[in-house]
């Protein structure tokens, strides 16, 4: 890894995991959890990929995506060889300044009004 990066082991208690994303200035990730973590905090994050993955319409990263106004991004594929870490930073996604849950809850189809 180059200098001043960190790899987070998401198996490491929570409270460690949350103290070494909340000392990082980007967040990059592979996971959903990681990203929305990551935002949560205040940290922009990259969505990545670390290979094309063979199934899976990657939904889930699009409506969260959606949900902050953000049009769909693609992933960042990292070849963990190279300058990898320098191109990652035009890619990153802010974390919101907001969080509607308005309009999360009148998209939310099983909500009875």
Request: charged share 25%; with cysteine; proline share 8%.
């Amino acid at each position: 890894m180059p200098e001043g990066v960190l790899c987070i082991d998401i198996q490491d208690p929570v409270e460690r995991v949350i103290d070494q994303i909340c000392c990082c200035d980007l967040i990059v990730s592979s996971s959903l959890h990681g990203i929305i973590v990551a935002h949560a905090y205040g940290k922009p994050a990259v969505w990545s990929e670390l290979r094309p993955l063979p199934s899976g319409d990657r939904s889930k990263f699009l409506d969260y995506f959606a949900s902050l106004d953000i049009d769909e991004p693609s992933p960042v594929l990292l070849n963990l060889e190279g300058d990898w870490w320098r191109t990652i930073s035009g890619a990153a996604i802010d974390a919101p300044r907001y969080f509607d849950t308005d309009r999360l809850l009148a998209a939310c189809p099983f909500i009875a009004e």
